[in-house]
């Protein structure tokens, strides 16, 4: 159990930070990085501001939507209005790349070392970017997948053609009902292949990639291994934060590295283990 002062922020200076985690890096047998929503923001995918109104002002106008995360829970009262929404909020966070390289940098700073990734983010950058799909676990599912409703079966199916037709041929709010994705199998409506509710769908795929996660965790538990976390914030810490903790707790070698904008902690039982840089994960990629 970690103390009920959990978290301690380092005194060491920024640049003091930069350089011992380009040392724990250099010197690692492996690196488990845990990618939160905060790395795709600082890669340029945010979800207010002018991104949403510049794509989304119809919907903005009618319904007084301030972002674009809360408007994909709105009750739409068609399936031609909620997929109108959703394709292009598919479209431009799961096929369009990121505006900045963030993801491409972080490729490059461990692409010589045996890594591996566990993320919550859903809009396929780490592949996009490079990284082998075999080192991936997207825990919480996929932007570019559809799954049942229901479900009725345990599988799902890739969205990427009849998403861009939605984008191309949706009028007034409206795609074509043609276009409405139902289930092949019992014919309800498709929903995203997201880890909103207990009708998330871990398809095969899914599972063999948590299988491989956990693989690499018991083949490393003793080594020099780097736990890198990137952009995780407090919604699910119990995916990536708390395992990180507890598993670097366990290795007197392994190393907990944090970089965060204005939650950048460790707790105080891995202080000495630790190296938490509270700012820009993009500029500190580049440094590093």
Not at 49 to 58: L, N
Not at 67 to 78: I, K, L, Q, W
Not at 258 to 283: F, H, K, L
Request: charged fraction near 25%.
């Amino acid at each position: 159990m970690f103390s009920k002062i959990a978290t301690m922020k380092s005194t060491d200076s920024y640049w003091d930070k930069i350089e011992k985690v380009k040392m724990k890096i250099r010197s690692a047998d492996a690196i488990l990085i845990g990618a939160g929503a905060g790395l795709s923001t600082s890669a340029g995918f945010t979800y207010s501001g002018k991104r949403f109104e510049d794509h989304f002002p119809d919907f903005i106008k009618k319904y007084g939507f301030k972002d674009m995360y809360s408007a994909g829970f709105y009750p739409y009262e068609t399936l031609e209005e909620h997929w109108a929404y959703w394709s292009r909020y598919v479209f431009i966070n799961r096929y369009e790349n990121a505006p900045k390289s963030v993801y491409h940098d972080l490729y490059n700073l461990v692409r010589d070392k045996d890594y591996f990734v566990l993320t919550t983010n859903v809009d396929h950058c780490f592949q996009k970017a490079g990284f082998d799909k075999r080192r991936l676990f997207y825990t919480q599912g996929d932007y570019g997948l559809w799954q049942c409703s229901k479900p009725c079966h345990n599988k799902t199916y890739d969205n990427e053609a009849i998403i861009k037709k939605m984008v191309a041929e949706q009028e007034k709010m409206r795609v074509p009902p043609e276009l409405v994705p139902r289930c092949p199998v019992c014919g309800a409506p498709m929903s995203m292949n997201l880890r909103a509710d207990n009708t998330f769908v871990g398809d095969d795929g899914w599972h063999m990639a948590a299988e491989r996660y956990q693989a690499f965790v018991s083949r490393h538990k003793d080594l020099n291994l780097v736990y890198l976390e990137l952009g995780v914030g407090g919604n699910t810490p119990g995916i990536i934060k708390y395992p990180f903790w507890r598993m670097t707790e366990e290795n007197p070698q392994a190393a907990y590295i944090c970089v965060n904008y204005g939650e950048a902690v460790c707790p105080r039982e891995i202080e000495g283990q630790s190296i938490c840089i509270d700012g820009d994960i993009g500029e500190v990629l580049e440094l590093l």
